[in-house]
Nanobody, 125 residues
Framework: QVQLVESGGGLAQAGGSLRLSCSAS????????VGWFRQAPGKEREFVAT????????RYADSVKGRFTTSRDNAENTVYLQMNSLTPEDTAVYYC??????????????????WGQGTQVTVST
């Protein structure tokens, strides 16, 4: 099993930036594709971004494309989500998740087996 911990959330102003980190323990994260999801109050959890094990393939939700970038440092066992040009609509709890399916890149939450506890991102006007 792999345990995931998100960090880097907090309060940002509209137009600002934050970088989230997803750190792993238990197993090396290089064996897993990692996805980012978010859930705003009263809304369903939604896909944000995902990155393949080797970091060479990424996918983004249309709502964040061009503003968010996911990357990984397998040597540090960490995946990142750089969030730029934040808007109040980005306010949510952000989760990272890992799938044990080899070489799977997916936008579907149900395909991810391991989840972090989430980190709050709040964007003010």
């Amino acid at each position: 099993q792999v345990q995931l911990v998100e960090s880097g959330g907090g309060l940002a102003q509209a137009g600002g930036s934050l970088r989230l980190s997803c750190s792993a323990s238990g197993r090396t994260l290089s064996n897993y594709s990692v996805g980012w999801f978010r859930q705003a109050p009263g809304k369903e959890r939604e896909f944000v971004a995902t990155i393949l094990q080797n970091g060479l393939v990424t996918r983004y939700a249309d709502s964040v494309k061009g503003r968010f970038t996911t990357s990984r440092d397998n040597a540090e066992n960490t995946v990142y989500l750089q969030m730029n040009s934040l808007t109040p609509e980005d306010t949510a709890v952000y989760y990272c998740a890992a799938t044990s399916e080899t070489w799977l890149i997916s936008r579907q939450a149900w395909e991810y087996d391991y989840w972090g506890q989430g980190t709050q991102v709040t964007v003010s006007t």
